[in-house]
């Protein structure tokens, strides 16, 4: 699961109502290296909840000096650019869970794939 | 009739390939719209020929689409036509002979093709034709094998087999600009590693599916039911450059109809074959993620927006409480579903609920001018066009049918979204009396899958299905 995904995230368990961010439990983490596309990335930066981002990456220890607000005017900024980058697409956690931070309902990741089923009565 | 025009805006011809004849006009609107270009074609425009005009364009514009179309078999800018061949001399004569001479310089090498639309020409009438046009100021040498510029003489003989004209109802000549992607959907039918028995024409309806949706480069796309439909869909989105992402309820075998048997494989689950696809294709940096969730329970916060749904639904038949506790009770006939399969009386019925969440999702979760794709079955006999899905935010784009069987279709609905869902558009799909006719429990199921019979998966790779 990348970062990326985890971003837009948030638990449906019934009754719930703030359920995002997951809280990511991470045993397993691998960073990849992709291809840096500054396009993209900047495309993305508006949909994003950024303080969610900032959460995310460091319950993977992944901060990497990035600023808990953002920045104005990113677009023009390639460092900052590469580091939103990295950790939206490179970073996956391959094992570990995702928690409903109200009713801490858990939903394995397993295989770098979240399996977020609930059961019929939740 | 004179073709005169300032270089900016020349008029083009686009000949298309003669199958999936319904999607091409989406397809070609769409690529055009891409580039900000409204659909511009002259008086005589007739959907069903396979030669279009095209006004309003750049060689540029005409290139872009021709990158990406698998409708479209070749471009040319026009510079005459006729319905006789001296209609077609006249035309060409009043070309201006300026924009003509870039391209017939003396140091440059050419050759002309000629393409007959059903009819067979022998050679020595094509040599013939060619020899008439010698009245054009060709002053560069002949080279059959790799010419700079391909001029072509195309003759449209009608699209009757049993009828074929002495004389074309129409001639064209033009320069050759850019052919489409047919090809290269040829070859990724051949690439792929896990053939499961589809043919290079499911291949082509995904990449169509892709052109439909307007996907772009570093758009975001998502399949809420990546384990059903073409393996191939989101290969296709990523081609274009986009970042692709999927969910599916369930990636075991379901009730021994799953992608194991088919393909005689070890069922790995969808994110090592979706991403083992686009690594096979050299696009795994756009996989973004696959997840195991119910796309009638969405997991995505509120503003989480996609740039375009392409998917192709499960057919089959769900509980009525969708808080089933055995999601395995989703079936979907296998992906080369030609009509025939088992499906067990005793399972509620409810297809009409599956569309109603997804245009719902898609009214929420796409960027304001973002498209949802997807494949909507058909029972023939009584189809009419009110019983496509609609919604408030959603406007229908096309709805192009591929044929099944002689009661069975799938259409592929396109739709854009145009307005921000308001608290009272959640609910109105419910009043909405589009929906009667999907619903009421067993009879549409019943009507679809009358008649069928269990067959192995064998049997139903043999069946002859549309032609390629």
Request: proline fraction near 6%.
């Amino acid at each position: 699961m990348k970062l990326l995904t985890h971003n837009m995230l948030t638990s449906h368990v019934k009754g719930v109502i703030k359920g995002y961010p997951l809280i990511i439990k991470a045993t397993e983490v691998k960073v990849n290296e992709l291809e840096f596309n500054g396009q993209f990335v900047s495309r993305m930066i508006p949909k994003l909840e950024w303080s969610a981002l900032i959460q995310a990456a460091g319950w993977l220890g992944q901060s990497q000096d990035l600023p808990s607000t953002l920045i104005p005017d990113y677009e023009n900024d390639e460092e900052f650019l590469r580091k939103v980058h990295r950790i939206l697409l490179e970073v996956e956690v391959i094992e570990g869970c995702l928690q409903c931070p109200e009713s801490g309902r858990e939903f394995p990741i397993s295989k770098g794939v979240p399996n977020m089923l609930l059961n019929e009565d939740e | 009739m004179a073709l005169h025009c300032g270089r900016a805006c020349r008029q083009y011809l686009l000949h298309l390939a003669h199958d999936n004849v319904d999607f091409r006009l989406p397809e070609i609107k769409a690529l055009l719209s891409l580039r900000k270009r409204p659909f511009d074609t002259s008086k005589t425009f007739s959907e069903k020929s396979p030669f279009w005009h095209l006004n309003g364009l750049s060689e540029d514009d005409m290139r872009r689409v021709m990158s990406r179309t698998i409708c479209g078999k070749s471009s040319f800018e026009l510079w005459g036509h006729g319905t006789t061949t001296d209609e077609l001399r006249t035309s060409l004569l009043k070309y201006p002979a300026e924009n003509m001479a870039p391209y017939l310089q003396h140091n440059s090498t050419y050759k002309i093709n000629v393409y007959t639309f059903n009819k067979t020409l022998v050679f020595k009438n094509r040599i013939k034709k060619i020899d008439a046009l010698d009245f054009l100021p060709f002053k560069g040498t002949v080279n059959l094998k790799d010419p700079e510029h391909i001029f072509c003489l195309l003759e449209d003989y009608g699209s009757d087999p049993n009828d074929i004209p002495e004389e074309p109802f129409h001639i064209y000549f033009g320069r050759w600009i850019a052919d489409g992607q047919r090809e290269l959907i040829r070859s990724y039918s051949v690439k792929k590693r896990h053939f499961i028995g589809n043919t290079s024409m499911d291949a082509r309806l995904s990449f169509i599916m892709a052109n439909h949706a307007k996907v772009k480069a570093d758009d975001l796309v998502y399949d809420p039911f990546v384990g059903t439909g073409e393996e191939i869909l989101l290969v296709a989105c990523s081609h274009f450059g986009a970042y692709v992402c999927g969910t599916d309820i369930d990636y075991n075998t379901i009730h021994g109809i799953g992608k194991a048997s088919r393909k005689n494989q070890k069922w790995r689950g969808p994110d090592e074959n979706i991403r083992a696809n686009l690594r096979q294709y050299g696009t795994e940096s756009l996989y973004v993620d696959v997840m195991v969730s119910d796309a009638s329970k969405p997991v995505w916060r509120k503003n989480a927006q996609f740039d375009a749904i392409v998917t192709d639904p499960p057919y089959g038949i769900r509980e009525s409480t969708r808080r089933t506790g055995s999601h395995k009770d989703i079936i979907k006939p296998p992906v080369d579903f030609s009509g025939e399969s088992h499906v067990p009386v005793s399972m509620a019925y409810h297809l009409s609920d599956i569309f109603a969440d997804l245009l719902n999702f898609a009214a929420h979760h796409l960027v304001l001018g973002g498209r949802l794709v997807y494949w909507l079955p058909i029972y023939r006999p009584e189809y009419c066009e009110e019983m496509v899905p609609l919604h408030p935010c959603l406007t229908l784009i096309s709805n192009c049918e591929q044929t099944l069987s002689s009661h069975t279709s799938r259409r592929l609905i396109t739709m854009e979204k145009t307005k921000e869902p308001e608290d009272s558009d959640r609910l109105s799909h419910l009043a909405d009396p589009h929906f009667t006719p999907y619903q009421g429990h067993n009879s549409f199921r019943e009507k679809y899958f009358s008649g069928l019979t269990k067959k192995n998966t064998k049997d139903a790779k043999a069946t002859p299905r549309n032609k390629e």
